[in-house]
């Protein structure tokens, strides 16, 4: 994955931070006499091709683009979807369809990261509440009126670092909440003291720069899928796996790891879900065209403490009334399902609010 196409240095950079990830796997497999099963599980592509006519026909036009784009609009500002779906939804169909409302934001804010959760009977979207003038984001949930529209969201929790990612679930007559949190350099376990405003560390489950990790349960473990930095490169390209007895922990690295170095599917795009036939289902995140490039759902085909193995990710058609077809993360709870898309928000409508916040 690399995370800046616009500077080759910085690509470069990616390309063999990655590259010394692969080489200590290699080592690791050698030592422990299993590089046959190592090779086999591997879906490894070459090219025969050289590097300057890829770069002159599809780099250099996709930068030109990029470069346009950014000269236009604000970099990032993602949208928040949901709509109530009876029956199969996007994770059984592979297709957005319609039926999709828009969570109103701001130019100076911008949600993504939706998690649905009901309590009670009642419906909630919990999501990541990014900040421009802060520079980072909060967690927020939307709750909603009486005539099934979104409410405006709320802070809940606010911590000196950048969130994101918020699963909430119940477990052990609690609710709990993993958010993303890789700029603090450990993930964190928070129990809600009042449901939904009011949340309080329980435990530091990982140390490290892990983005996205999406709990699971099966066969009667605890599992959590994520993403590892592992010291540089990018955040979004190389999967490790982690299994605990109970949820507090301790929480142990899968002997494989890292299972994946693939920039299409290592990423998680939201939490796992079973299908009506057993399948297990994981939205991952695409990132061939960079990071929000798009979302798959990949099949857990064996999960355990010897093997994890993925099936290839199916691209979601981004066909229907969602606006924003470049999404990256999908989750569902009952009829409540939620997406996000990037949004195209001009720079020159972003000035004029920061002016007339300064005026006022």
């Not at 780099?59 to 979807?81: D, I, N, S």
């Not at 297709?95 to 009670?120: I, K, M, N, S, V």
């Not at 909060?138 to 918020?166: M, R, W």
């Not at 928070?190 to 996205?212: C, H, N, Q, T």
Request: charged share 20%; with cysteine; net charge neutral.
């Amino acid at each position: 994955m690399i995370d800046c196409r616009e500077a080759t240095s910085l690509g470069i950079e990616d390309i063999l931070a990655r590259a010394v990830t692969l080489l200590l796997s290699i080592v690791h497999a050698f030592a422990e006499d299993r590089l046959s099963s190592m090779a086999e599980a591997r879906d490894v592509r070459t090219s025969n091709g050289g590097f300057l006519a890829p770069y002159v026909t599809r780099a250099l036009p996709r930068l030109g683009r990029e470069a346009m784009r950014r000269a236009r609009f604000q970099h990032a500002h993602w949208r928040v979807g949901y709509r109530f779906q009876d029956g199969p939804g996007v994770a059984e169909t592979g297709r957005l369809g319609t039926g999709w409302r828009a969570l109103a934001d701001t130019a100076g804010r911008f949600y993504a990261d939706p998690f649905a959760f009901h309590w009670e009977g009642r419906p909630y979207i919990f999501v990541e509440d990014y900040i421009q003038d802060a520079g980072k984001a909060v967690i927020s949930v939307a709750q909603f009126s009486n005539d099934g529209s979104a409410q405006t969201p709320q802070v809940v929790l606010d911590e000196l670092h950048h969130l994101s990612y918020p699963q909430v679930f119940e477990r052990d007559g609690a609710i709990w909440m993993l958010p993303e949190a890789s700029a603090s350099g450990r993930l964190t376990l928070y129990r809600a003291s009042r449901f939904p405003d009011s949340w309080r560390p329980a435990a530091v489950l990982l140390e490290g720069e892990i983005s996205d990790a999406t709990l699971f349960e099966h066969d009667g473990s605890m599992w959590l899928f994520a993403t590892a930095r592992d010291g540089f490169g990018s955040t979004s390209d190389t999967l490790v796996v982690f299994q605990a007895t109970c949820l507090l922990g301790p929480w142990r690295p899968h002997r494989l790891n890292p299972i994946l170095i693939d920039r299409r599917r290592a990423r998680p795009g939201g939490a796992c879900h079973k299908d009506a036939g057993g399948r297990i289902l994981l939205p991952v995140q695409d990132g061939t065209l960079g990071y929000g490039g798009g979302l798959g759902i990949a099949q857990l085909l064996a999960l355990d403490g010897e093997t994890v193995l993925f099936g290839a990710p199916r691209a979601i058609v981004t066909d229907g009334d969602w606006p924003h077809p470049r999404i990256h993360t999908l989750n569902r709870s009952g009829p409540l399902e939620v997406i996000d898309g990037i949004a195209l928000m001009p720079k020159p409508l972003l000035m004029k609010c920061k002016m007339a916040s300064i005026l006022r």
